[in-house]
């Protein structure tokens, strides 16, 4: 297992893309393929994608509400069952806790391709959470991120 990397990777900067999750893997911005939340309950999280796959996200030019990780139906993107704080929901906890930086990228629509891609948001820190009745019924982690102070935003 690598060792964990906290803040901006390489040259990259917000606003950079990425075509796959296979390309963040191998730039090393978010090191899972699948997972939405890079890190562990010991180091916290190095990084979080917004995959628009979690109905509960919210993300506006201020903060990000993200919903943590387990208990969705991957067919229907809607929650089936409660989250519980697995390793992955207490990275961010942990994340809070240190007040590490989180790298934010988000799945969106490119203008100039039409494609979907991974955009690279910036820093952000995690500043709260909660445990909450999502739009589906269930009960969902959700934490409070909002960017990272003297983050070279694009």
Do not use: C
Not at 54 to 81: A, L, N, S
Not at 121 to 138: I, N
């Amino acid at each position: 297992m690598s060792v964990p990397h906290f803040g901006h990777v390489g040259s990259y900067l917000p606003g950079d893309a990425f075509r796959s999750r296979l390309e963040l893997r191998l730039s090393g911005m978010h090191r899972p393929v699948r997972a939405g939340i890079a890190g562990s309950q010991h180091t916290g999280a190095e990084s979080i994608v917004l995959s628009q796959v979690y109905e509960d996200d919210v993300f506006t030019e201020d903060e990000i509400i993200y919903t943590g990780q387990g208990g969705r139906d991957p067919k229907t993107g809607h929650q089936t069952t409660d989250q519980t704080l697995n390793d992955r929901n207490l990275a961010l906890l942990k994340s809070q806790e240190t007040g590490r930086p989180v790298r934010v990228l988000r799945k969106v629509l490119d203008e100039e391709s039409q494609e979907l891609v991974f955009r690279y948001e910036g820093l952000y820190r995690v500043v709260g959470h909660a445990f909450e009745t999502g739009k589906s019924g269930f009960g969902v982690w959700k934490f409070r991120l909002r960017p990272a102070p003297n983050d070279r935003r694009a």
